[in-house]
């Protein structure tokens, strides 16, 4: 019987080590290594890389084959928390229970481990690992698919409409609409990736993306709620912080039950998308619920 | 006979264009996109993608098939001034005669401007442009050397070094160090990926990274000597910054007049390293020439 618990373990461990691997390489400045390296083993969840990995095993039990594109994602996932940890940005000095890069070491070398983990992301595609020209057509694909989720017409224009939208409120199609951006396009990209690398078909690829979707806003109500209902001492983070900041969320628009069942209605219909595909999609399905579940 | 200022003018409309037709693309955030574009379009001298093109052409006259990998050279140049003038950063208000980005718009915009240049610059390889499985093969050599020369093994350690050697002394092969990681790494990657484009050789690349170390500090030499002799009114910085901040250079480590005579002979090297290469690398000995000629 698959159990959920297990397969994030195993997943985590190979993906921490492979981010260790990674890391360990010469480097040309420690500083900027150790302020990579402190933000990145903080602890995460390793979502992306996970989503990445059991979108892989999804298609064709390829987990393994995307452990470098996971890895990837989880530098691109890390490299925007600490921009947007900066005093400019959302100004945090707490993360996962530990102080933010900025606050452990400066500013200016936050920005420049933000930017190194972004770099590094696109650096791990080595070309001469690339025994056969399929998989650099594949590798192309997924960097594409990884820039475009990260760029100004994903992620990073997520973060700007944040920003810009603190203290005003929003509708909850412009609510919706930034968090596709802000949090909904990487999770795609995560899902999209993994899946390109385990070859899937078109169809295969539009159902995942279709699966994508509804964790990626089922993860962002959560962690709505999580920042009114969570324990500070098991999310690590502050509590009440977007009510302070008079940010517009889910449970400030419809209330908490009602975000709530939002959440399980998505990732009713996540399990839904995945109607075609084996066992294999197990560790995806157990996710959607996760997600929703989790306490951090 | 070969004319370098009609060279020159002609690739710079070239990659003017091009990088205005992918700005143009829809955006989700006008805000991002319209700080992206004014950084960008601020009248730099486009050196990093005139030397990749110009590298293409030496090695088989292919200069418009780099036209790609050069805009997103100077997305990635652009992306590193942006944030290098931030307030944690340099702190600096003037760039190109003009209000530097944070100064323009606001902090927060300026560092997301910078992420989206350097994602963009890895997104412009687009896998639909795939037409043979050589160019997907080629294309990910590109984005692992761009990736290797921009991040942490490379310019991002320049600029750590740079920053934290401020108002501390440094020896000439300590400063010859940062510079080669601060500004010649890229501008190695520049011709290396040019080269690559044109399917060049393994002895043509490594000849033409040989013209590139060359060229790279003889560029960041006279740079130094710009800030010490140049007119702000042409070089559109302010002068003598160098001197106030008590910034290591060369003028400063062996005098003005040393420093001409070594660029002088970095660009004799750098057009020796030429000598098995034919008149389509006559762009590339020119530009040697201009880099060290050149009054801004």
Do not use: W
Not at 239 to 262: F, H, M, N, Q, W
């Amino acid at each position: 019987m698959f159990v959920l618990e297990t397969y994030l373990k195993e997943k985590r461990s190979l993906i921490d080590h492979e981010i260790s691997q990674i890391l360990l390489e010469s480097t040309a400045s420690p500083r900027i290594t150790a302020a990579m390296s402190y933000s990145i083993m903080a602890g995460g969840k390793r979502l992306r890389p996970i989503l990445c990995m059991a979108a892989a095993d999804a298609v064709a039990g390829k987990s393994d084959e995307a452990l470098q594109t996971a890895c990837a994602l989880e530098f691109i996932h890390t490299y925007s928390l600490i921009h947007d940890d900066l005093p400019a940005m959302d100004n945090d000095d707490l993360r996962r229970g530990q102080k933010t890069c900025h606050v452990a070491f400066d500013e200016a070398t936050a920005i420049l481990a933000g930017d190194a983990l972004l770099t590094l992301a696109f650096q791990v595609f080595s070309p001469a690992a690339v025994k056969n020209k399929n998989r650099a057509a594949r590798y192309l694909q997924v960097i594409h698919t990884m820039a475009t989720a990260a760029g100004h017409k994903g992620m990073i224009a997520g973060q700007m409409r944040d920003i810009s939208s603190e203290g005003r409120a929003l509708s909850l199609k412009d609510l919706k609409e930034t968090y596709r951006l802000k949090t909904g396009a990487l999770i795609e990209a995560s899902v999209a990736t993994g899946a390109i690398i385990a070859s899937a078909t078109r169809s295969q690829l539009q159902q995942l993306i279709r699966y994508a979707e509804h964790i990626g806003l089922a993860f962002q109500i959560t962690d709505d709620i999580l920042n009114v209902k969570g324990d500070p001492a098991v999310t690590g983070k502050a509590s009440g912080t977007d009510e302070i900041r008079r940010k517009t969320t889910y449970p400030a628009l419809i209330g908490v039950s009602k975000s709530y069942k939002t959440a399980e209605k998505l990732v009713k219909n996540a399990i839904e998308s995945l109607k075609a595909f084996d066992e294999k999609s197990d560790p995806l399905r157990a996710i959607a619920d996760y997600i929703v579940k989790r306490k951090k």
